[in-house]
């Protein structure tokens, strides 16, 4: 498990490192650091493959992070890199699946029916780190989407509930706190 880990850990960074990635460096600090840690102990408590867990929460945004016109589909693109790469390294079919299975179904927006506890544990750690970080969900709507003040709040509001329905009870626990601050801090101030 290690050195798989090793390969896809370094590849996905150097992504996240490249001057093509849109989002930043911040992509991997802000973002799939956190996924992969949500991933692991969501797994660990759920009794579940962890090292399918963990190579999903790598690799889940892997293909917008290498070519940004892919987010809409990213899910789908994410996935058959996925393949490959792990294709390459001679993992096993059967935790391929499982991986590909994982990114596929991890969208919120996408409605995909999650079939396995790992797809769920990838789905509920990609919510957690959007609650986890806030400062990542800052830069992704002023300075990715270039939305202005209302519409950034607004994409934030919905972003946040989405991900709150995602979660596993355990998840949701885990992170009920971070829930409760950012319900507060984007409350609707009276006018």
Same mark, same amino acid.
């Given at each position: 498990?290690?050195?798989?880990?090793?390969?896809?850990?370094?590849?996905?960074?150097a992504a996240c490192k490249s001057e093509n990635?849109?989002?930043?460096?911040s992509a991997w600090t802000h973002h799939i650091?956190?996924?992969v840690a949500f991933s692991k102990q969501l797994?660990? $408590?759920?009794?579940?493959?962890?090292?399918? +867990?963990? @190579?999903?929460?790598? @690799? !889940?945004?892997?293909?917008?992070?290498?070519?940004?016109?892919?987010?809409?589909?990213? !899910?789908?693109?994410?996935?058959?890199?996925?393949? #490959?790469?792990?294709?390459?390294? $001679?993992?096993? *079919?059967? &935790?391929?699946?499982?991986?590909?299975?994982?990114? @596929?179904?991890?969208?919120?927006?996408?409605?995909?029916?999650?079939?396995?506890? *790992?797809?769920?544990?990838?789905?509920?750690?990609?919510?957690?780190? !959007?609650?986890?970080?806030?400062? +990542?969900?800052?830069?992704?709507?002023?300075?990715?989407?270039?939305? #202005?003040?209302?519409?950034?709040?607004?994409?934030?509001?919905? &972003?946040?509930?989405?991900?709150? &329905? &995602?979660?596993?009870? #355990?998840?949701? #626990?885990?992170?009920?706190?971070?829930?409760?601050?950012?319900?507060?801090?984007?409350?609707?101030?009276?006018?």
């Open positions: 498990m290690r050195s798989i880990l090793s390969i896809i850990t370094k590849t996905v960074e990635n849109i989002y930043g460096y650091q956190s996924v797994a660990e $408590k759920k009794q579940a493959d962890v090292e399918v +867990a963990v @190579l999903a929460a790598l @690799l !889940h945004d892997y293909a917008q992070i290498a070519d940004s016109t892919l987010y809409p589909e990213h !899910h789908i693109h994410s996935a058959r890199l996925a393949r #490959e790469l792990l294709q390459k390294q $001679k993992f096993p *079919e059967e &935790k391929i699946a499982q991986v590909e299975h994982c990114i @596929l179904s991890h969208r919120g927006s996408k409605e995909i029916p999650r079939e396995t506890i *790992e797809a769920q544990i990838l789905a509920s750690a990609d919510s957690m780190a !959007h609650f986890d970080n806030l400062d +990542a969900l800052y830069s992704l709507v002023f300075k990715v989407k270039k939305l #202005e003040t209302g519409e950034g709040r607004d994409f934030v509001m919905k &972003k946040l509930a989405r991900s709150w &329905k &995602k979660l596993l009870p #355990e998840a949701k #626990e885990m992170v009920l706190p971070l829930y409760e601050a950012a319900q507060t801090l984007f409350a609707e101030s009276p006018k």
